[in-house]
Nanobody, 120 residues
């Protein structure tokens, strides 16, 4: 059984920084793309940042220049460095791992979510 365990959320003032981590544990042979999504109260979940297995990245326009996604394939971990945080970044952040191969099949997994709250 594969699990994605997130950490690093919390409360921060506007202009501050946080770093989210998401580690895949269990029987993991390979992982495809990894991404961070967020969902604010009353809003749909949106893709924030994405990184392919080869390191290609993509960001939603609202975080470009402020957030950086990276991954450590040896540790099966994806990170999201969030700088210059704004109150509108407040949401529950979820990580996603696409096409996780456990030796038998390819499955997509989601983390449990971590709360990020930015105060004005």
């Amino acid at each position: 059984q594969v699990q994605l365990v997130e950490s690093g959320g919390g409360l921060v003032q506007a202009g501050g920084s946080l770093r989210l981590s998401c580690a895949a544990s269990g029987r993991v042979f390979s992982i495809g793309a990894m991404g961070w999504y967020r969902q604010a109260p009353g809003k749909q979940r949106e893709l924030v940042a994405y990184i392919s297995s080869g390191g290609r990245t993509n960001y939603v326009d609202s975080v470009k220049g402020r957030f950086t996604i990276s991954r450590d394939n040896a540790k099966n971990t994806v990170y999201l460095q969030m700088n210059s945080l704004k109150p509108e970044d407040t949401a529950v952040y979820y990580c996603n791992a696409d096409r996780v191969y456990d030796g038998i099949s390819y499955v997509d997994y989601w983390g449990q979510g971590t709360q990020v709250t930015v105060s004005s």
